[in-house]
């Protein structure tokens, strides 16, 4: 079996000449739910010279059934996902954990199978977006918004399988606008955890409940991320409790606060 600690081994070049076209790989819940973070990736990327290719025919990356343990229908979403990214350019995923999932666990789901390589293919060229803004692009930043206070959340995908969790750090720090605060018990989990929270709710709950007290007592007055189960698990729980604190994407975040609207 190959680990998921060789794929987090992979040493990606920052040097050399910047991508002219990617492949965006738009996550089921920025599809359904926060369709404006796609929309603000599609614009960070294509303002920094980038073309955007976006497969129309990409569903889910297939994590769920995996983490389920349906192996079979995982390896079915998963191989029809692979056919979608023929051309040997970036894949960018705004999300750490579907990002996670095809780079470190598709090796892994597709082990012995006849298209096993093209996945080792596929996998070593997805990036999530904060890493590819920052690693790749190395994007300069100028703030154009309000003063304004931020609580940060990096999911564990990110913190433990991607290892991209400064990534956000790194971008937000570039807005002089912005004070950045990291909530206590940071790199706890919120409880989501895609189907775990589903099938353990009261555990999920008290989780939640704990990283939306964290961030309340912040005092911030937005909590930024990069993963939008998180953030949808959060910002529930800080909706429910009646607090002021609104969410957003990482991507819809910077999108606003550095652009300058059409009159």
Not at 4 to 24: C, H, I, Q, W
Not at 43 to 52: I, K, M, T, Y
Not at 104 to 128: C, I, N, Q, W
Not at 238 to 254: C, N, P, T
């Amino acid at each position: 079996m190959i680990k998921a600690e060789s794929r987090m081994d992979f040493t990606r070049a920052s040097a050399g000449p910047k991508p002219n076209t990617v492949y965006l790989f738009g996550t089921c819940l920025i599809d359904l739910l926060y369709p404006q973070a796609g929309v603000s990736t599609v614009h960070l990327l294509e303002r920094e010279g980038v073309n955007v290719i976006f497969p129309q025919a990409q569903t889910c990356c297939g994590q769920p059934a995996w983490n389920s343990g349906y192996r079979d229908e995982a390896l079915a979403v998963a191989r029809a996902q692979l056919k979608l990214f023929p051309r040997p350019i970036p894949i960018i995923a705004p999300s750490a954990s579907c990002a996670g999932m095809i780079r470190v666990h598709y090796p892994t789901l597709f082990k012995g199978e006849p298209d096993e390589a093209s996945t080792f293919d596929v996998a070593d060229r997805v990036y999530e977006l904060t890493e590819f803004l920052t690693d790749i692009l190395k994007v300069d930043l100028t703030d154009l918004g309000e003063p304004t206070t931020v609580a940060t959340h990096s999911s564990c995908t990110a913190r433990r399988e991607m290892n991209v969790a400064d990534r956000i750090d790194l971008l937000l720090d570039q807005l002089q606008n912005v004070t950045r605060i990291e909530p206590d018990n940071a790199e706890e989990c919120c409880g989501f955890g895609g189907t775990f929270a589903i099938k353990q709710p009261e555990i999920s709950t008290a989780m939640v409940l704990e990283k939306a007290k964290a961030i309340e007592n912040t005092g911030a007055q937005q909590l930024i991320g990069q993963d939008c189960g998180c953030l949808m698990n959060i910002g529930g729980a800080l909706k429910k409790q009646d607090s002021q604190i609104s969410h957003v994407h990482i991507a819809e975040f910077l999108w606003d606060r550095t652009h300058k609207a059409t009159p």
